[in-house]
């Protein structure tokens, strides 16, 4: 009687393990680089973030890594918590509208 109960627990936790494996393999990685968006029309691009970032707004869209640095460089806003510029390797000298603000 409790070699059955043994062995029904035994299966029990095999099948489980099974079912969360199977759902951590078929779960898709997040994005690499997010921007966040504004209000309004057309959704102007606010803020860079990295994909992980807690900061991320509701209003977001993931975007290469390419894309990210091509709005970094032209001076869109770069998260302060995750720091995309830094991750990026984007010199505070290249953006313009960081450079004007640090002399």
Known sequence: MWLQRIDAKIATVRQ????????RLS????????????????????EVHAGHCYAIGK???PISRDEARRLLDAGL????HCAPDTALDIPLSSRPALATAAR
């Open 27 to 46: 779960r898709l990685p997040g994005p690499e680089w997010v921007v966040e968006l504004g209000i309004g029309v057309g959704q102007p691009p606010v």
């Open 59 to 61: 209003r977001h869209r």
């Open 16 to 23: 489980r393990e099974a079912e969360q494996e199977r759902g």
């Open 77 to 80: 806003r770069a998260c302060s």
